[in-house]
């Protein structure tokens, strides 16, 4: 009775100190992943900047030739939208497509 009785306990106490250890270990994939989303997200936002600083040079480069495109309208995308949490990779593609509409 008394080994039953230990070997019970050892495997009560494995289980708690495994339980732990999963819980950790998640915890720890969690931070991971946080992580990488928050590199992705500055990540973005940096490219969205570039991209709208392009955009302005080259619609105030065609401004100053007197170059006017009548399909193309200037957005200006507020710092608010670039950092808003919904999507920053659409306002990417948003700034690619006024980039693309700018260049043509």
Same mark, same amino acid.
């Not at 019970?8 to 931070?31: F, I, P, V």
């Not at 065609?62 to 608010?80: A, G, L, M, R, T």
């Given at each position: 009775?008394? %080994? !039953? =009785?230990?070997? @019970?306990? *050892?495997? &009560?106490? #494995?289980?708690?100190?495994?339980?732990?250890?999963?819980?950790?270990? %998640? !915890? =720890?994939?969690? @931070?991971? *992943?946080? &992580?990488? #989303?928050?590199?992705?997200?500055?990540?973005?936002?940096?490219?969205?900047?570039?991209?709208?600083?392009?955009?302005?040079?080259?619609?105030?480069?065609?401004?100053?030739?007197?170059?006017?495109?009548?399909?193309?309208?200037?957005?200006?995308?507020?710092?608010?939208?670039?950092?808003?949490?919904?999507?920053?990779?659409?306002?990417?593609?948003?700034?690619?497509?006024?980039?693309?509409?700018?260049?043509?």
């Amino acid at each position: 009775i008394k %080994e !039953r =009785d230990y070997y @019970k306990n *050892l495997t &009560e106490q #494995l289980k708690r100190e495994n339980t732990n250890k999963y819980k950790l270990q %998640e !915890r =720890d994939d969690w @931070k991971s *992943l946080v &992580e990488s #989303l928050q590199n992705d997200r500055s990540r973005l936002q940096q490219e969205c900047i570039k991209l709208q600083e392009e955009i302005e040079k080259l619609t105030s480069n065609n401004n100053h030739q007197h170059i006017h495109s009548p399909s193309f309208e200037h957005k200006n995308i507020s710092n608010d939208e670039i950092s808003s949490p919904e999507s920053p990779s659409s306002v990417v593609r948003k700034l690619r497509m006024q980039l693309d509409e700018a260049r043509l």
